[in-house]
């Protein structure tokens, strides 16, 4: 009995180093190296990163709680992102319809940092990937750059000329879709991906079939399938479009079916690692969703 006592005293003593070790080194891996006059600036996803790496540039220490090629409609925080959300001077998300997880993480932030909700005032729309809409843009790296000035007046000017600079690729990218989709031969877009391109769609007077809804584990059911299967049929389209995050497999069965070409469309939300790394930015991407567009759709210039 005493030794089956010991015994399971060891193993409790194992677990609890085991747990220790754990929360070490997951709280340790996301935790921003901070570096002396540097704010420590923590977004949610890909999207209010990449928009605060362009405003803060090299005057604030970012880092992203999703990992790379990470669903971020599901996420689920670990303790590391924990504890990275009560380092930061400046919390970024973009709202709670796109990351639920975010509601319970808000308790951890310290006293006395901002946390801006980016998407606080983007236009009501049933998608809530409100960055396809490049009007939706500017309040989002305003209320990031209003963020970064508050916590960090010395640089003031800075974040300034970087938003400008942000604004005026928005506006450029705004005149490059607005022509290039102006004289398409198709009109829908037909995703095999869920519900993240709607805001583009209607901005540019297209229509829009996704196979799933606004989440990735929204339903993409064999009847789903089948309807946009025989939409792409009877439109006789010659490319449906994909994204990487949801199964290629589906994409492979509606090619397959339909005897379309797949084209793959960037929802900004995840990127690889390789692309985080090399920072690959929202204008990046957005001016690939307008050659996939362009070329999917047949536009002529
Ligand atoms: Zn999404």
Not at 56 to 74: C, I, K, Q, R, T
Not at 170 to 195: M, P, S, T, W
């Amino acid at each position: 009995m005493g030794i089956f006592i010991e015994k399971s005293l060891f193993f409790i003593l194992i677990l609890l180093a085991g747990l220790a070790a754990f929360w070490f080194l997951n709280a340790k891996q996301p935790r921003p190296q901070t570096q002396d006059g540097q704010l420590t600036v923590v977004a949610s996803g890909y999207v209010p990163y990449t928009v605060a790496k362009q405003i803060g540039g090299d005057y604030v220490n970012l880092s992203m709680l999703l990992p790379a090629n990470a669903e971020p409609h599901s996420f689920e925080p670990t303790p590391g992102a924990i504890v990275a959300v009560h380092g930061a001077d400046v919390f970024i998300y973009v709202s709670p319809r796109i990351e639920p997880w975010v509601t319970d993480i808000l308790t951890n932030v310290k006293e006395g940092a901002q946390v801006v909700q980016a998407a606080a005032s983007a236009k009501p729309s049933k998608d809530p990937h409100v960055w396809m809409d490049f009007d939706n843009m500017r309040p989002f790296a305003q209320a990031i750059a209003q963020a970064l000035q508050e916590k960090d007046p010395s640089h003031k000017d800075i974040y300034a000329a970087n938003l400008a600079a942000f604004n005026q690729q928005l506006d450029e990218l705004d005149r490059q879709f607005a022509a290039a989709l102006k004289n398409c031969k198709y009109r829908r877009i037909v995703h095999v991906g869920h519900l993240a391109f709607g805001n583009l769609a209607s901005r540019y007077g297209l229509e829009l079939t996704a196979l799933a809804g606004t989440s990735h584990d929204g339903e993409h059911s064999v009847k789903r399938l089948a309807q946009v299967v025989d939409l792409v049929k009877n439109s006789g389209a010659p490319y449906v479009f994909t994204e990487e995050a949801l199964s290629q497999n589906l994409a492979g069965v509606v090619a397959k079916e339909t005897g379309a070409q797949l084209l793959p469309l960037y929802t900004v939300e995840h990127v690889s690692a390789q692309e985080a790394q090399n920072h690959v930015t929202y204008a990046d991407l957005m001016r690939r969703n307008l050659t996939s567009l362009q070329r999917g759709l047949e536009c002529q210039p």
